[in-house]
């Protein structure tokens, strides 16, 4: 009998122990690990994420009370998940996320993305969903939101520059090269690489937009100087035939005078003196002549 009761007493020990480590292990799941696969969870219901690293000393002091939110979260059973993101092994998320600073904590509900800046202990973190308090904070602008289109470009450019630094760190430990042999190689295949895109961009512009042809006719250099030759005659009879008008003006000018001066002279002689000179019988003398003004010559025009 007492064989009986002592396997019955282990046995109720093995159950008690089963299901305490069932449930233990059910809280402790309930805390996410995301990656780059499946991050896509949290789109749907609410959530609490931490973006953390194995390095950083205020992560490690926020996860005990991390890991009681998500057991305490479980038991009131709010609705509320939590998850949590390693930057070292999920770049893309931080720089999708944003991230800045660690650790870094996001309130997530239905696609809407709120950074959670209160205090860090359970009952704070606890009451903001409890209390719905994140009612209060604005959401992420929907440009900023991590699974818009500008944000995914970001994160592939921290993952490439994840991968960079990986590249570096093996060149420099397993090849042995120092660090400036590393940058050196690196400049080289920038350069080469910027040279190759913008060979391909140039190609490209031109088959959008191929270049006009030009009606350019191509004239020999003695065509040229006859072209010139005729255009300094041109020059030269114009100001030939300008002279001859400038002349032209001048004589119109002085003929003008010269008409209205003989216009207001008085005469030589009136009839009544000429009768008195014939009856007196003296002699007659001729009357002096009347002064003309001299008249210009008119300057030969010069043969075209």
Known sequence: MARVHTVSQILHFFLYFSFILCCFTGFVSANRELNEDNWKEILEGEWMVEFYAPWCPACNALAPAWRELSTRAT????????AAVDVTKSPGLSGRFVVTALPTIFHVIDGEFRQYKGPRDVESMLGYV?????????????WKAPHSIQMTLVAEFFKLSQALRSVHTMLME????PTWGSYLIFALATIFIG???GLVLVCIIDLLYPPRRSDKVFISQKELDKRARGDQDAKEKSDDDQELINDDIVDD??????SDAEKNSPSDSSDEEKEKETEGGGDTKAADPVDR???RKRRPRKAD
């Open 75 to 82: 038991r009131k059973a709010l609705g509320v998940r939590t």
């Open 195 to 197: 040279a190759l895109l």
């Open 293 to 295: 003004p001299e008249v």
């Open 130 to 142: 409890e209390d719905q308090r994140w009612k209060q904070t604005d959401p992420v602008p929907a």
């Open 253 to 258: 000018d002085e003929n003008a005078n010269n």
């Open 174 to 177: 397993t090849y042995g090269l």
